[in-house]
């Protein structure tokens, strides 16, 4: 008699290569409106990148080598723009991913910038202070032949911060014989830094989740959050979220994470933070670890770490109703496949998390102009920015009938590729 055999479930091996990812979300979007294959070639790769070897000499005399990279992806809107990263897992792959995301992420909210990153594989946590400075200048010399107000205009991203772009600022403007503030943005305030810009992620998350919950009927004072990532990003979004009478359940660093359902008491947290390194400890909380604060039962999940959070793995264990993506790339697309189907509304990166470039364009202009804006200009300026970027998403994501990303992709593909074609092929 033959033995009924019962079908193991395996998951299929999904591609985590950010590069590929976002190759593939553009072609998902480019063949939904219909880009010709001319454009589709140009606006798939990036322009130009750079792959540097850079040498620092140690506190101990030792001299160490690291990578680092700088990726222009587009101009044809405007100067390159886009972040710095320094973590040990950057790659080069991850570098050209980030910086077509930041094409489509100035597009999305229609201010004049194409898109770069750059990145350095480094542990800034196991440097000293003088060491990051070291090598955050030499970084800056290598790439200032190819940066520039008018050219390519860094700002901070995952582990680097105002101090960074101050070493920047400074390299590029000793190399080049005058000062250049419009050099790069999230400076400090005092050197030409803009009101607003370190919580501008932040608040232009909690600009596009109030759309969200518009469209969606959530009541944002009754509604729960979780979020992982208390970086710039998420530690910000947690206060701002607050503020608004949202309940904060969860959060994690990359120490893990903790839990109260009845709400995280965010003032003490935030002090907690600042004083221990991390939010693991607070009192009244219980631990969880970082890949359960994603699967909590909540309203609003805010990933705001890294990329490859919610893949095939945990997809089907995801139970908030709205993702907001204030981290790049947390998605992957057989996720985001799934998400959609269960009728999960993700706020994708490239407008979730585009309060950031806003404020560097603001900080941008008003060092071109040196004359500073108040903060509630800011942010009243922000706030426009944002409302108008989703509702911009949300009409084309019911228009093409596809998911939010598919949607802002179109939103930033078609503005892009209409400069690119307007201003034609040169030579
Ligand atoms: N690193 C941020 C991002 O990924 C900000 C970039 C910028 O301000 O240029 O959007």
Not at 136 to 162: C, F, M, N, Q
Not at 177 to 188: E, F, I, L, Q, R
Not at 232 to 258: M, P, Y
Request: glycine share 8%.
């Amino acid at each position: 008699m033959a033995t009924a055999r019962i079908p193991i479930p395996i998951k299929p091996e999904e591609d985590l290569n950010s590069f590929r990812i976002a190759m593939r979300q553009f072609d998902t979007a480019a063949e939904k409106c219909g880009l010709e294959p001319g454009l589709r070639e140009v606006l798939r790769r990036p322009r130009r990148s750079l792959s540097l070897s850079l040498p620092v000499k140690m506190d101990d005399g030792t001299i160490r080598v690291f990578d680092g990279y700088r990726v222009q992806h587009s101009s044809a809107r405007g100067p390159c723009k886009g972040g710095i990263r320094y973590h040990p897992n950057v790659t080069f792959d991850e570098v050209k991913a980030l910086a077509s995301w930041m094409t489509w992420k100035c597009a999305i909210v229609n201010i004049p910038f194409g898109g770069a990153k750059g990145g350095i594989v480094c542990d800034p946590r196991q440097l000293s202070k003088n060491e990051l400075e070291h090598l955050t200048r030499r970084y800056a010399y290598e790439i200032s032949p190819i940066i520039g107000p008018d050219k390519d205009i860094p700002a901070p991203d995952v582990y680097t911060d105002a101090q960074t772009m101050a070493w920047i600022m400074d390299t590029y403007s000793m190399t080049h014989g005058s000062s250049a503030p419009g050099v790069v943005t999230g400076k400090p305030l005092f050197l030409g830094g803009s009101f607003g810009r370190n919580e501008a992620t932040a608040r232009g998350c909690l600009f596009v989740i109030r759309s969200a919950c518009e469209v969606t009927g959530i009541k944002l004072n009754r509604a729960t959050v979780a979020i992982q990532g208390f970086g710039n990003a998420g530690s910000i979004a947690a206060e701002l979220l607050a503020q608004n009478g949202a309940t904060i359940i969860a959060v994690s660093d990359s120490r893990g994470g903790i839990l109260n359902r009845a709400g995280l008491n965010v003032t003490a947290l935030l002090e907690h933070k600042a004083k221990t390194g991390s939010v693991v400890g607070l009192p009244n909380s219980d631990p969880i670890s970082s890949e359960d604060v994603l699967e909590l039962q909540c309203d609003i999940l805010v990933p705001a770490a890294l990329e490859n959070q919610i893949t095939l793995e945990n997809v089907d264990r995801i139970q908030a109703r709205i993702v907001a993506e204030a981290a790049n790339g947390p998605t992957t697309p057989d996720a985001d496949i799934v998400l959609y189907k269960r009728g999960v509304l993700v706020i994708p990166d490239i407008l979730a998390n585009a309060g950031g470039v806003t404020v560097s364009y603001f900080e941008w202009v008003q060092d071109l102009q040196e004359l500073f804006w108040d903060e509630d200009d800011v942010n009243r300026r922000l706030e426009r920015v944002m409302v108008k970027a989703f509702a911009d998403v949300h009409s084309a994501s019911k228009k093409y009938d596809v998911d939010m990303r598919t949607g802002a992709y179109v939103v930033g593909i078609e503005r892009v590729a209409n400069a690119t074609r307007t201003r034609g092929i040169w030579p």
